[in-house]
């Protein structure tokens, strides 16, 4: 049987939750795992149609926000390859969750890996109302789409999509210990979660965890 000399744990802070290891069960690391930051869900919705409705709309922006349960919604734009399909993202949200979460329990079709998942007629409907009322359009104008499809990042594996820091904690002190884990075991968490320099939702943040574990391999961030 061979054993790692190193091992980097480049995972979200949900799997390191559920992970059975006991250097994450120490009192003071399983404190930062499950107090010093909270996941926030976050859900996506895609609508693919035979050509762009949405930009004969007198208010047409290729990006647009409102107080709908939508949220943020882009023009993803016309295949090049094929111009008959146009595809709308027509929802960005952090919040709203439960709304939708109630959506995604009637009538989808699940993905093999149960996560991604192909919506039901209700879903669409409700979407279409919000998306007419933020396009000005008559909602019967909008056509059927020939896809849709949401993602929600919530429970199971993820736990959110990103995380905030909670009150009561020394960002720095929290990034130190949970990058390396043990002072006895070479084991290291290079994830978003824990980076006290920038904030978690970004990409950057976990480019950031990545530089900070780098020493611990003999190597120096540029």
Not at 154 to 159: F, H, K, L, S, V
Not at 216 to 221: A, C, D, S, V
Request: aromatic share 16%; glycine share 4%; proline share 7%.
């Amino acid at each position: 049987m061979e054993c790692a000399k190193k091992v980097i744990l480049a995972t979200n802070r949900f799997s390191l939750e559920k992970q059975d290891w006991e250097g994450l069960q120490q009192p003071r690391i399983r404190e930062y795992l499950t107090k010093a930051v909270k996941d926030i869900p976050a859900a996506k919705l895609y609508f693919s149609y035979d050509y762009p409705w949405w930009r004969s709309s007198p208010v047409y922006s290729d990006y647009m926000i409102s107080d709908s349960p939508l949220r943020q919604t882009y023009d993803f734009g016309t295949s090049k390859s094929n111009p008959q399909k146009s595809v709308l993202q027509a929802m960005y949200t952090d919040s709203d969750i439960p709304y939708w979460d109630e959506l995604f329990t009637r009538g989808y079709v699940n993905e093999p890996h149960g996560h991604f998942v192909l919506m039901g007629k209700e879903f669409e409907q409700v979407a279409h109302k919000y998306l007419a009322e933020i396009y000005k359009i008559p909602v019967e104008n909008i056509p059927q789409p020939t896809k849709a499809a949401a993602y929600l990042w919530e429970n199971y594996p993820y736990g959110g999509a990103w995380q905030i820091w909670m009150p009561g904690f020394i960002w720095p002190s929290v990034e130190r210990q949970m990058t390396k884990l043990s002072v006895n075991d070479d084991v290291f968490v290079v994830s978003n979660a824990f980076n006290a320099r920038s904030f978690s939702y970004w990409s950057n943040a976990a480019l950031q965890a990545v530089e900070l574990a780098m020493p611990y391999f003999g190597l120096k961030p540029k």
